[in-house]
């Protein structure tokens, strides 16, 4: 049983698993779908004014997965080839007993004896870091990556509308301690957080850490216009070359995310670019939500809906069919666009229901 109070409905879940079929998930375009974004939930303690509205409502009880629910299917999409898995939320380390959740998952990481996965991961805001970093490592996972747009604490109260910056530098450098290699994620924000690169540059490679800058995306209403702050990272990218050296690398993470070597540091950079440099040709990603709810893309609303054939008592064969159907309608991209005369966001839901 997990800890949220719901038991398994049938031992047969979780024993004779078949060997997992790695071609077994493939688009109509011909990429192979071997990366899977689970979002285990659609709460988060901080309110990040680019991610949503101050005043969110969140999703009721029942309509979100169990940690037994979400296990299965996650086992499911390992079945059928997925080899690199990532949790998500919202903030999924404030979902009650998720480390359960993830240490059954672990046990599907071949470095562990498992069979499947190559790589579990993380995306985290940080705030719960430091008393998780250790059970996250004892898991199998190897690296996560923690959002963090700024190094100012004032600036860092701002975008998160509640947080405190000590709180994730100590989650990081847990994480650190615990052997965890961390990635920062920062979101650019023209005007807010745009003259801190430099800074965020060198202090990742005084720690050991790879960054990571992001384009703000059209997804769910906010409480400001996205216009505002809405940066381009070939900007960014020409201005950080005044000051450093990146240097052209073939290293990928199977993410969206272009990287550069830092020569100065030795660490790398990456730029997820959705906005000006669609990356869509080769996705080989797709994205569970909180809900059951699969995105075949970040930015299409088109989704097939797993928990009513899970919840009426689908077997594995079901389950694993209506997956693959869901695969045949991958679009090629996505249909992203930030513009004034657009005053709605192009995906109305907010990226914490989707998972990032």
């Known amino acids: 049983m997990y800890g949220d109070g719901r038991s398994r409905e049938g031992d047969e879940h979780c024993i004779a698993h078949p060997a997992p079929d790695h071609a077994a998930m493939i688009d109509p375009f011909g990429r192979a779908i071997t990366y899977l974004r689970v979002s285990v939930t659609d709460r988060c303690d901080l309110r990040c004014t680019y991610c949503m509205a101050e005043d969110m409502t969140f999703l009721p009880k029942r309509d979100v997965l169990t940690l037994e629910e979400l296990d299965r299917l996650c086992r499911v999409f390992i079945e059928l080839g997925v080899r690199k898995l990532r949790l998500t939320g919202g903030e999924p380390l404030v979902r009650r007993d998720v480390m359960q959740l993830i240490s059954r998952l672990g046990q599907h990481l071949e470095h562990r004896g498992g069979q499947g996965l190559e790589e579990l991961t993380l995306t985290t805001n940080g705030t719960q870091l430091a008393r998780h970093a250790e059970a996250l490592a004892a898991a199998g996972m190897r690296r996560i990556n923690v959002s963090l747009d700024t190094l100012d604490p004032e600036i860092f109260r701002s975008i ?18 615990a052997g965890l290699a961390v990635k920062i994620n920062a979101v650019a924000l023209k ?10 540059l060198g202090w990742c490679g005084e720690h050991g850490f790879d960054l990571c800058l992001i384009e703000t995306m059209p997804m769910g209403e906010i409480d400001e216009d996205r216009t505002d702050r809405y940066l381009p990272l070939s900007l960014l ?90 695969i045949t309608r991958k679009p090629k991209g996505h249909d992203f666009i930030i513009d004034r005369r657009t005053h709605t966001p192009s995906v109305g839901r907010h990226m914490s229901v989707t998972g990032g």
């Open 237 to 326: 990218r020409a201005r950080l070359r005044e000051h450093w050296t990146l240097q052209e690398t073939d290293y990928r993470t199977g993410g969206p995310a272009r990287y550069f070597t830092v020569r100065e540091t030795g660490r790398r950079i990456g730029f997820i670019t959705p906005m000006t440099h669609n990356f869509c040709e080769s996705c080989n990603r797709v994205r569970l939500t909180c809900t059951g709810t699969l995105y075949m893309c970040l930015g299409q609303d088109d989704a097939a809906d797993l928990r009513r054939p899970l919840r009426e008592g689908a077997d594995d064969a079901a389950l694993r069919q209506a997956v693959q159907e869901a």
């Open 160 to 177: 998160t509308r509640r947080g405190q910056l000590e709180t994730v530098l100590d989650g990081i450098f847990a994480a650190r301690a």
């Open 191 to 200: 005007g807010l957080n745009d003259h801190e690169f430099d800074r965020m």
